[in-house]
């Protein structure tokens, strides 16, 4: 199974980023898919999550409104749109699939993409 993040990037305070995750050896939308965040000397928090079939959405507080998730099964690729981005959003971002996830957290997590960096500046 891989997992391959791409669409980091810097851009502005206030500006976009499509963040995209490609997957290999599993059907993406047969499976939970979460996006993570990691800043400097933080700890991995949950991002979006996503139930497998899109049956369920979880959202960071700090995100809902600005970011986004949709799929496109025939690429069997999932995305992050993340709009109206803050400096506070500056992190690596992962994706990640699991069989079965209950909570947006990394430990409920079976397969992991790299991370693609994400720079907001003022």
């Known amino acids: 199974v891989q997992l391959q993040a791409s669409g980091g990037g810097l851009v502005q305070s206030g500006g976009s980023l499509t963040l995209s995750c490609a997957a290999y050896?599993?059907?993406?939308?047969?499976?939970?898919i979460g996006w993570f965040r990691q800043a400097p000397g933080k700890e991995r928090e949950g991002v979006l999550c996503m139930g497998s079939r899109d049956d369920s959405v979880w959202l960071r507080d700090s995100v809902k409104g600005r970011f986004t998730f949709s799929r496109d099964n025939a690429k069997n690729t999932v995305y992050l749109q993340m709009n109206s981005l803050k400096l506070e959003d500056t992190a690596d971002y992962y994706c990640?699939?699991?069989?079965?996830?209950?909570?947006?957290?990394?430990?409920?997590?079976?397969?992991w993409g790299q991370g693609t960096q994400v720079t907001v500046s003022s």
């Open positions: 050896g599993i059907i993406a939308e047969d499976f939970a």
């Open positions: 990640a699939a699991a069989w079965s996830a209950r909570r947006c957290v990394w430990d409920a997590y079976d397969f």
